[in-house]
């Protein structure tokens, strides 16, 4: 069964509003999660990496302000996409490695993806 | 910096036959993992195949192995016997043992023909 759960598995909002994506490692503990977009056809861009209790690194080119990630938990990782425009529908997909436990160390988990579309 | 290169956009293969799925890679870190996932058009990404750089071996799962050439920095996915299931995306990836974060190549879309 799945391991890491995304919620909503997709939404609709109207542009200049602002969406929250949740991740959750449901059977292990997660001290890192990554948060990646995908474009149609397109390979999978890091946009940030987050730590349980510490900021998020954002990778070049990704705006911070705009993609709020917040990691308050070992289980949990939200991304809000604040401000949505148009050129922000896609999809989002985030990741999770377990830091302890029976999971492989060297494996990384990913969840189902958010399909996000802003009108 | 780490990159990741699948040149084959898209591959055809029939099914029950093998397929080879080119993958190299550039680094400069001597410690690296590389990973095969294969994303079907629900969106999903599932974890296939890990392989370590210092593993004496090739990594083998079920139907999937990795043709690891450490000199030749390649890293490919040979998926035996194919299935029509097995039609879907496959991105080879990489990640240095320090960062941690995982970089993914371009892609390859696999079709498996009846």
């Known amino acids: 069964g799945a391991v890491v759960s995304q919620h909503p598995s997709w939404v609709i909002c109207k542009s200049g509003t602002s969406v929250k994506i949740e991740c959750r490692s449901l059977?292990?503990?997660?001290?890192?999660m990554f948060w990646y977009r995908q474009f149609p056809k397109q390979s999978l861009m890091l946009m940030a990496t987050?730590?349980?209790?510490?900021?998020?690194?954002?990778e070049q080119g990704v705006e911070k302000d705009k993609f709020l990630i917040n990691h308050a938990s070992l289980t949990l990782s939200t991304l809000t996409v604040t401000s949505a425009h148009p050129e922000d529908s896609s999809f989002y997909i985030c990741?999770?490695?377990?830091?302890?436990?029976?999971?492989?160390?060297?494996?990384?988990?990913f969840g189902p993806g958010t399909r996000l579309t802003v009108t | 910096a780490q990159k990741i290169t699948q040149t084959q956009p898209g591959m055809f293969v029939q099914e029950k036959e093998a397929v080879t799925l080119d993958c190299t890679y550039d680094?400069?870190?001597?410690?690296?993992?590389l990973f095969w996932y294969k994303q079907p058009s629900s969106g999903e990404m599932i974890f296939l195949i890990y392989?370590?750089?210092?593993?004496?071996q090739n990594a083998t799962e079920g139907r999937y192995s990795l043709n690891f050439q450490k000199a030749r920095k390649s890293a490919n996915l040979v998926i035996s016997a194919s299935q029509l299931g097995d039609s879907a995306m496959y991105f080879c990836?990489?990640?240095?043992?320090?960062?941690?974060?995982?970089?993914f190549g371009q892609g390859t879309e696999l079709s498996v023909k009846p």
């Open positions: 990741s999770a490695r377990s830091s302890t436990g029976t999971r492989a160390a060297y494996e990384q988990y």
């Open positions: 059977d292990f503990q997660a001290t890192t």
């Open positions: 987050s730590n349980e209790g510490s900021k998020a690194t954002y």
């Open positions: 680094t400069s870190d001597p410690s690296y993992g």
């Open positions: 392989q370590g750089s210092y593993d004496q």
């Open positions: 990836a990489m990640r240095n043992n320090q960062g941690g974060k995982l970089i």
